[in-house]
């Protein structure tokens, strides 16, 4: 985690966070964090990193490059948006960063 925030790519949507950078293999690493900034209480960023992960299942496999390692950072409106909005988000991130699969 400390890694990538130091030196990989970030790009901040108005629901979520990426960082990336190249990872060690072909394969896909994901991490998830919500600081208590988000939220004091434990059970509701629980419930922030249960959507990012579910988000990341739908999204990442299919649209995003392999030999990354990213990590998705919870934000405020990750708790209340629509979960179709935030696979549009995530998606849009990989986009910006220039990491979306050949196949996307």
């Known amino acids: 985690f400390l890694k990538i925030q130091s030196s990989g790519k970030k790009w901040v949507s108005g629901r979520l966070i990426l960082q990336t950078m190249p990872g060690e293999g072909d394969e896909k690493r994901i991490g998830y964090t919500v ?3 988000v939220d004091k209480s434990a059970v509701k960023r629980n ?3 249960r959507r990012l992960r ?3 299942a739908d999204t990442l496999p299919s649209y995003a490059k392999a030999g990354q390692d990213y990590i998705l950072v919870g934000r405020p409106a990750t708790a ?3 979960y179709v909005t935030l696979c549009k988000d995530l ?3 990989l986009r910006k960063l220039e990491l ?3 196949n996307a």
């Open 100 to 102: 979306e699969a050949d």
């Open 47 to 49: 419930r922030i990193k």
């Open 91 to 93: 998606r849009w991130c």
């Open 80 to 82: 209340t948006k629509p």
């Open 35 to 37: 600081s208590k900034k």
């Open 54 to 56: 579910a988000v990341a």
